[in-house]
């Protein structure tokens, strides 16, 4: 099956400071969701972003298809980032129905 | 509109016991995703319902099943537990297959 790599798996900033994650995967992709993980356990959708790129706020998020990656960046952290920032794909192809599949997700640590 | 509903939020279990989860999607989604979450193993998928058919399963033993119901509401089971069946257990709902995925806040069990 398809793989999803993230990195760095551990980000510590101070707030204010501007922050790239990254997210490799390993084939064709029809869906690419970028969630931030809240204390309480759910999943917050941040982007859907097969494709192009995509600004929410102080957030923004790009993928290179043809590249098989995409970025989340995070300008002007606030300790209210702090948190775990997850991937997920859903390969391509006729027998992924519903299937995402997770990157191991990046820790984002923000310091006031 | 209400978003994905999962009850119970807390569930402990003994070992050997069967456990019931329910998720309720967003209105007008027919597919309901289940989805796994422990600190060793990260977020693995279960299985994928879509008009109460099962269309995916994951790399899960049998005693996790599951079902959708007419109203597109879906259920999991998991019998005779297991110490390690303890996670994190999220549901997703998505309108059709390559669209945005929206989460539940998630079942928290715990086996003893």
């Known amino acids: 099956g398809i793989q999803v790599e993230q990195s760095p798996p551990d980000l510590i900033l101070q707030e204010g400071a501007n922050s790239t994650l990254r997210c490799n995967f390993s084939?064709?992709?029809?869906?690419l969701q970028w969630f931030h993980q809240n204390p309480w356990g759910q999943l917050i959708n941040l982007f859907y972003?097969?494709?192009g790129t995509k600004q929410n706020g102080r957030l923004s998020a790009t993928t290179v298809a043809t590249e098989r990656y995409s970025l989340l960046y995070i300008s002007s952290s606030q300790t209210t980032d702090s948190g775990v920032y997850f991937c997920?794909?859903?390969?391509?192809?006729?027998?992924?129905?519903?299937?995402?599949?997770f990157g191991q997700g990046t820790i984002l640590t923000v310091h006031p | 509109k209400a978003g994905v509903t999962q009850t119970p939020r807390y569930l402990i279990k003994t070992r050997g016991q069967q456990v019931t989860l329910s998720c309720s999607p967003i209105?007008?989604?027919?597919?309901v995703s289940w989805y796994q979450q422990t600190p060793g193993q990260g977020l693995q998928f279960l299985f994928e319902?879509?008009?109460?058919?099962?269309?995916n399963k994951g790399n899960f033993p049998g005693r996790f099943s599951g079902r959708q119901f007419s109203n597109s509401r879906s259920e999991m089971n998991v019998s005779t537990l297991e110490l390690g069946d303890s996670a994190l257990y999220l549901c997703?709902?998505?309108?059709?297959?390559?669209?945005?995925?929206?989460f539940g806040q998630g079942t928290r069990l715990t086996v003893v």
């Open positions: 997703a709902s998505s309108f059709a297959e390559d669209t945005e995925a929206f």
């Open positions: 084939d064709s992709v029809n869906n």
């Open positions: 972003i097969p494709s």
């Open positions: 997920a794909v859903e390969q391509a192809g006729g027998t992924s129905y519903g299937k995402l599949t």
């Open positions: 209105s007008g989604h027919r597919s």
């Open positions: 319902y879509f008009s109460e058919t099962q269309r």
